[in-house]
């Protein structure tokens, strides 16, 4: 393996151009903690970007902070807490599930765009990218975007660079808008709720006007996994449906009554409050009770992304069939399924039920030689597929840029 | 005209008749209009300085026309311009002498009402405003806003991604937009997203929106509806001066409140909405905020004493707060009555719509009274003041000769001082015809050449809108060449391990 570690946009233009001259694509990496998602690169040489690491600045009271894309996202979460900040798409942590020590880079959070629980409420990682400077497949650093929140000048690459994995360009440096950390969380809990009933009061808390920016489900059957994190409130291994509320205290606890009495069809709601409450969403965001240490940690992972209302339905489906275990986040819009092992990791199941419900399934979790047999990525239409194409060429018409990752055809 | 749109294709001018006839065949009856005195109406958008007959105007109904017509188009090399309600005030919707105007006019259904979900399926022609009241009823909203809302259309939002006074706090339409039905100039029919919160695959949803109609024709929008706060309440804060407004500005994003909406005006615009409306508006103070608080009662009213102590810490010499609706929308009714009591003022004004970062307020308004100077001009400045959204209203007189080309002079000065001091040249009107030649200012050859490469994969023969948002049109055959770079197989001195 031949690793090039760069230490500024120039040295990426460098190394992009000498891969494109010796026709040799490259595997984009910080700390290499989401490697494991995707197929398998046609490459063995390595662009690592972990050096390119600097907070260039940070503005609290413009709410923006621009960093390297090679910034360790923990260090970055560290700095503008100290602010009382934070990125309020709440990015995941996907190292407890995959098993990886890093928590990876601000770049990779950005190429993977997984946001947290408070997505139904903030948007995802494109909606916080305000600015980009980036290497292309031509080997040339281009800019798109800025360093303000309202901006409509040119084609809004910065969504495109999101949740793009490092496919279409190699970004550099980014500009990410912070927002204020909420002054006080509290948690409604309701509990023994099936799949379909809390699907229904998710849909109500979410059509109420309370702001709820946290609507999750952890099925009974989930808590079988379940793992420490989830301390007293989840003892008595019922199910978990939980709807988060944020705010100004007076605001919360006001909010928090009214939604009470709205959740009364369902059961008497209790509180959970600030540091569990906390701890609970972070369960929720990264996916504890299927870590890669737990119980589960053999089955292949889901990300199954779906209208909300239909989650339950997608949801129970999948996991009658399969004996799989499934979790419920943004209010049923998100489904994470551990399915038992096999071969295929039941992607034919899963891709048929959740293209029946208008979703689109990624395979998260999956030992190498599964996702060697199976499309990680969501199939799209022809149509759609082919502009996806002609647009990834416009960035990187000789496919340098981790070619093969996300389509498994292109491996060749 | 100040702006050279792209040459007439002579060739497809002389076949007039047969295009004319050609597309009467696929959108029969009072569809197609060709006669100048029926395309008056078309020949110009918001930005009216700037009109242009088109060749011949089509108002598709179904989405199967809007297909056969751009695929009869790119086959025979005829330039296409997608026009919603025509409220752009950037030219995205300028007719072009040789191009076929296609009006989105009839797409006026809203197809699904989902609240389970919480999002609406509507046809692009359907007005920003119709929305939200098809859903409020069951107290739900659109929350984007521009100040066109009763008249603009939600494809023409999605294609400037439109923001408006909320989007502080709600963000723009591309935050609130979750999928669509586009028709690519091949005529091709093509589904992106849905009703899910993300779409599959790249984020074509989110650079379709603001794309200013040059990558597709939007026939339908899916988007996200909100529940409408309990309560509004504002304030209108008066400042000796603009520093000390904007200075209270900064408190409140630092105080961790994000504000439903934060405008500001300075004195000419104060005194002109004031002189129009009778809001109220105290006149002898250099810069004027309205901020709205919206949510549960409680937390509103926990918030205007905040807000209120901090105006207070700043230096402010007014402060209202509003006890009622009709107070509330008293102190919005100057504001929004903005544009036309400038109108009254002066015979004519240009609106300008740079963003800078909120801490450059003070000196880009400085800046621009130098310029005021400089050209002999006045100017009126808006500003939504929250997202450094500046809309500076430069008061001209057509009639006097030269006047025009001062203005124009003097609101491209402002737009590159929005560049200097950090921001953009646009921060919601798009940049369609008025800002192209700017773009150079704030990008890189190489920056706007991988702009264009994209536009390629969606329209290779670049029919659709073009002469908009990019100063120099390039083939894309050209624009797909890889530069050969000096010293290009030389292995770059990069630390390797």
Redesign the interface.
């Given at each position: 393996m031949?690793?090039?570690?760069?230490?500024d946009a120039k040295?990426v233009e460098?190394?992009v151009?000498?891969a494109?001259?010796?026709e040799q694509p490259l595997e984009i990496i910080g700390h290499g903690s989401k490697r494991a998602i995707g197929h398998t690169m046609a490459t063995n040489a390595v662009l690592d970007i972990s050096a390119l690491n600097a907070v260039t600045s940070y503005?609290?009271?413009?709410?923006?902070v621009t960093l390297q894309a090679g910034a360790p996202l923990a260090d970055v979460l560290s700095l503008i807490d100290a602010k009382?900040q934070q990125f309020a798409f709440e990015p995941m942590n996907t190292a407890p599930l995959l098993g990886a020590s890093a928590t990876g880079t601000i770049g990779g959070m950005i190429a993977a765009?997984l946001a947290g629980p408070r997505?139904?409420r903030a948007?995802?990682a494109?909606?916080h990218l305000l600015g980009a400077h980036a290497v292309?497949g031509?080997?040339?650093?281009?800019?798109?975007g800025?360093?303000?929140?309202?901006?409509?000048?040119?084609?809004?690459?910065?969504?495109?660079l999101?949740?793009?994995w490092g496919t279409?360009s190699v970004m550099t440096e980014v500009t990410l808008k912070v927002?204020?950390?909420p002054?006080a969380e509290r948690t409604l809990l309701l509990r023994g709720l099936d799949d379909a009933v809390a699907n229904k009061a998710m849909?109500a808390a979410?059509?109420?006007?309370?702001?709820v920016s946290g609507a999750a489900h952890l099925p009974k059957s989930a808590f079988r996994a379940r793992t420490d994190e989830l301390g007293d409130i989840a003892a008595q291994d019922e199910a978990l449906t939980v709807l988060r509320l944020e705010?100004?205290t007076?605001?919360v606890s006001?909010?928090a009554g009214?939604l009470r009495e709205l959740l009364a069809p369902f059961g008497t709601a209790t509180l959970v409050e600030d540091a569990a409450s906390s701890a609970l969403w972070a369960t929720v965001r990264d996916v504890l009770p299927f870590a890669a240490g737990g119980a589960l940690a053999a089955w292949p992972v889901w990300r199954i992304?779906?209208?909300?209302?239909?989650g339950a339905a997608l949801g129970t489906q999948l996991a009658r069939e399969t004996g799989g275990e499934v979790i419920y986040d943004?209010g049923g819009?998100?489904i994470w399924a551990a399915l038992p092992p096999k071969a295929d990791a039941h992607a034919s199941a899963v891709r048929q039920r959740t293209s029946a419900f208008?979703?689109?399934a990624t395979l998260i979790r999956a030992a190498e030689d599964v996702r060697r047999g199976v499309d990680v990525?969501?199939p799209?239409?022809p149509?759609?597929?082919a502009?996806?194409e002609?647009?990834?060429?416009?960035?990187d018409?000789?496919s340098i840029l981790n070619r093969g990752r996300?389509k498994r055809d292109a491996t060749a | 005209m100040a702006i050279m749109m792209p040459a007439s294709d002579q060739a497809v001018l002389a076949r007039r008749a047969e295009i004319v006839a050609a597309l009467r065949a696929i959108v029969p009856g009072e569809g197609v209009i060709d006669t100048p005195a029926e395309m008056r109406a078309y020949e110009s958008d918001g930005l009216t300085a700037y009109r242009q007959p088109p060749m011949v105007v089509v108002l598709p109904d179904t989405t199967e026309q809007v297909s056969l017509i751009l695929k009869y188009c790119a086959g025979q090399g005829i330039k296409v311009v997608p026009r919603g309600s025509g409220t752009s005030l950037s030219g995205g919707a300028l007719p072009l002498e040789d191009g076929v105007l296609l009006g989105l006019g009839k797409f006026k259904r809203i197809r699904e009402i989902?609240?389970?979900?919480?999002v609406v399926v509507t046809e692009p022609g359907v007005t920003n405003l119709a929305i939200s009241q098809a859903v409020a009823h069951a107290?739900f909203y659109y929350a984007p806003d521009p100040s066109s809302q009763i008249a603009c259309s939600i494809g023409g939002n999605v294609a400037?991604?439109s923001?408006g006074v909320h989007?502080?706090k709600y963000?723009?339409t591309?935050?609130n937009v979750l999928g669509c039905e586009i028709v690519?100039m091949s005529g091709?029919?093509?589904?992106?997203g849905?009703?899910?919160?993300?779409?599959?695959?790249?984020?074509?949803?989110?650079?379709i929106?603001?794309?200013e109609g040059l990558l597709g024709v939007i026939t339908e929008i899916t988007v996200r509806i909100l529940?409408?706060?309990?309560t509004a309440r504002a304030l209108m804060v008066g400042f000796a001066e603009v520093e000390a407004a904007g200075e209270c500005v900064?408190r409140i994003?630092?105080?961790?409140?994000?504000p439903g909406g934060m405008e500001m005006m300075d004195k000419p615009a104060i005194h002109a909405a004031e002189a129009f409306v009778h809001a109220g508006y105290p006149l002898d103070v250099e810069a004027l905020l309205i901020i709205e608080l919206d949510?549960?009662k409680?937390?509103v009213d926990?918030?205007i004493t905040r807000v209120e102590t901090i105006a207070n810490a700043c230096g402010s010499t007014t402060c209202q707060i509003s006890t009622s609706e009709a107070e509330r929308n008293l102190f919005w009714a100057g504001r929004k009555a903005a544009f036309p009591a400038v109108g009254r003022i002066s015979p004519d004004y240009l609106c300008m719509d740079g963003?800078?970062?909120?801490?450059a307020l003070p000196k880009a308004l400085a800046r621009i009274r130098e310029l005021s100077e400089k050209y002999q001009l006045g100017c009126a400045n808006v500003f939504?003041a929250g997202?450094?959204?500046l809309h500076p209203l430069i008061l001209y007189d057509a009639n006097k000769p030269g006047e025009i080309e001062r203005a124009e002079a003097f609101g491209a000065d402002i737009l590159r001082a929005c560049v200097e001091f950090?921001?953009?040249?646009?921060?919601?009107?798009?940049?369609g015809i008025e800002?192209r030649d700017l773009?150079g200012d704030?990008?890189?050859e190489?920056?706007?050449?991988?702009?264009q490469?994209?536009?390629?994969?969606?329209d290779a023969q670049g029919l659709l809108n073009p002469g908009k948002?990019f100063p120099t049109l390039h083939r894309c055959a050209e624009l797909?060449r890889?530069?050969v770079?000096a010293g290009?197989?030389?292995?770059?001195?990069?630390?390797?391990?």
């Amino acid at each position: 393996m031949d690793t090039l570690r760069v230490r500024d946009a120039k040295d990426v233009e460098e190394a992009v151009r000498a891969a494109i001259a010796n026709e040799q694509p490259l595997e984009i990496i910080g700390h290499g903690s989401k490697r494991a998602i995707g197929h398998t690169m046609a490459t063995n040489a390595v662009l690592d970007i972990s050096a390119l690491n600097a907070v260039t600045s940070y503005e609290p009271n413009e709410l923006i902070v621009t960093l390297q894309a090679g910034a360790p996202l923990a260090d970055v979460l560290s700095l503008i807490d100290a602010k009382n900040q934070q990125f309020a798409f709440e990015p995941m942590n996907t190292a407890p599930l995959l098993g990886a020590s890093a928590t990876g880079t601000i770049g990779g959070m950005i190429a993977a765009g997984l946001a947290g629980p408070r997505r139904i409420r903030a948007g995802g990682a494109r909606d916080h990218l305000l600015g980009a400077h980036a290497v292309s497949g031509f080997g040339d650093s281009f800019k798109t975007g800025g360093k303000v929140v309202k901006n409509v000048t040119g084609y809004d690459l910065c969504k495109l660079l999101a949740g793009s994995w490092g496919t279409l360009s190699v970004m550099t440096e980014v500009t990410l808008k912070v927002m204020p950390k909420p002054e006080a969380e509290r948690t409604l809990l309701l509990r023994g709720l099936d799949d379909a009933v809390a699907n229904k009061a998710m849909t109500a808390a979410l059509g109420s006007p309370y702001d709820v920016s946290g609507a999750a489900h952890l099925p009974k059957s989930a808590f079988r996994a379940r793992t420490d994190e989830l301390g007293d409130i989840a003892a008595q291994d019922e199910a978990l449906t939980v709807l988060r509320l944020e705010g100004i205290t007076a605001s919360v606890s006001h909010r928090a009554g009214s939604l009470r009495e709205l959740l009364a069809p369902f059961g008497t709601a209790t509180l959970v409050e600030d540091a569990a409450s906390s701890a609970l969403w972070a369960t929720v965001r990264d996916v504890l009770p299927f870590a890669a240490g737990g119980a589960l940690a053999a089955w292949p992972v889901w990300r199954i992304v779906c209208p909300p209302a239909s989650g339950a339905a997608l949801g129970t489906q999948l996991a009658r069939e399969t004996g799989g275990e499934v979790i419920y986040d943004w209010g049923g819009g998100l489904i994470w399924a551990a399915l038992p092992p096999k071969a295929d990791a039941h992607a034919s199941a899963v891709r048929q039920r959740t293209s029946a419900f208008g979703g689109h399934a990624t395979l998260i979790r999956a030992a190498e030689d599964v996702r060697r047999g199976v499309d990680v990525f969501h199939p799209q239409a022809p149509g759609l597929a082919a502009l996806s194409e002609r647009v990834r060429a416009s960035f990187d018409p000789k496919s340098i840029l981790n070619r093969g990752r996300l389509k498994r055809d292109a491996t060749a | 005209m100040a702006i050279m749109m792209p040459a007439s294709d002579q060739a497809v001018l002389a076949r007039r008749a047969e295009i004319v006839a050609a597309l009467r065949a696929i959108v029969p009856g009072e569809g197609v209009i060709d006669t100048p005195a029926e395309m008056r109406a078309y020949e110009s958008d918001g930005l009216t300085a700037y009109r242009q007959p088109p060749m011949v105007v089509v108002l598709p109904d179904t989405t199967e026309q809007v297909s056969l017509i751009l695929k009869y188009c790119a086959g025979q090399g005829i330039k296409v311009v997608p026009r919603g309600s025509g409220t752009s005030l950037s030219g995205g919707a300028l007719p072009l002498e040789d191009g076929v105007l296609l009006g989105l006019g009839k797409f006026k259904r809203i197809r699904e009402i989902d609240f389970d979900n919480r999002v609406v399926v509507t046809e692009p022609g359907v007005t920003n405003l119709a929305i939200s009241q098809a859903v409020a009823h069951a107290g739900f909203y659109y929350a984007p806003d521009p100040s066109s809302q009763i008249a603009c259309s939600i494809g023409g939002n999605v294609a400037e991604n439109s923001g408006g006074v909320h989007c502080l706090k709600y963000g723009m339409t591309t935050n609130n937009v979750l999928g669509c039905e586009i028709v690519l100039m091949s005529g091709e029919i093509l589904r992106i997203g849905g009703k899910g919160c993300e779409n599959s695959g790249y984020d074509l949803m989110g650079v379709i929106t603001g794309s200013e109609g040059l990558l597709g024709v939007i026939t339908e929008i899916t988007v996200r509806i909100l529940q409408k706060p309990e309560t509004a309440r504002a304030l209108m804060v008066g400042f000796a001066e603009v520093e000390a407004a904007g200075e209270c500005v900064a408190r409140i994003i630092g105080a961790g409140i994000i504000p439903g909406g934060m405008e500001m005006m300075d004195k000419p615009a104060i005194h002109a909405a004031e002189a129009f409306v009778h809001a109220g508006y105290p006149l002898d103070v250099e810069a004027l905020l309205i901020i709205e608080l919206d949510g549960p009662k409680i937390e509103v009213d926990e918030l205007i004493t905040r807000v209120e102590t901090i105006a207070n810490a700043c230096g402010s010499t007014t402060c209202q707060i509003s006890t009622s609706e009709a107070e509330r929308n008293l102190f919005w009714a100057g504001r929004k009555a903005a544009f036309p009591a400038v109108g009254r003022i002066s015979p004519d004004y240009l609106c300008m719509d740079g963003t800078i970062p909120r801490g450059a307020l003070p000196k880009a308004l400085a800046r621009i009274r130098e310029l005021s100077e400089k050209y002999q001009l006045g100017c009126a400045n808006v500003f939504h003041a929250g997202d450094g959204n500046l809309h500076p209203l430069i008061l001209y007189d057509a009639n006097k000769p030269g006047e025009i080309e001062r203005a124009e002079a003097f609101g491209a000065d402002i737009l590159r001082a929005c560049v200097e001091f950090g921001g953009v040249l646009t921060g919601e009107h798009g940049v369609g015809i008025e800002k192209r030649d700017l773009m150079g200012d704030m990008f890189t050859e190489i920056d706007l050449d991988q702009q264009q490469r994209l536009k390629c994969a969606f329209d290779a023969q670049g029919l659709l809108n073009p002469g908009k948002v990019f100063p120099t049109l390039h083939r894309c055959a050209e624009l797909g060449r890889m530069h050969v770079h000096a010293g290009k197989v030389a292995f770059p001195e990069i630390p390797r391990f």
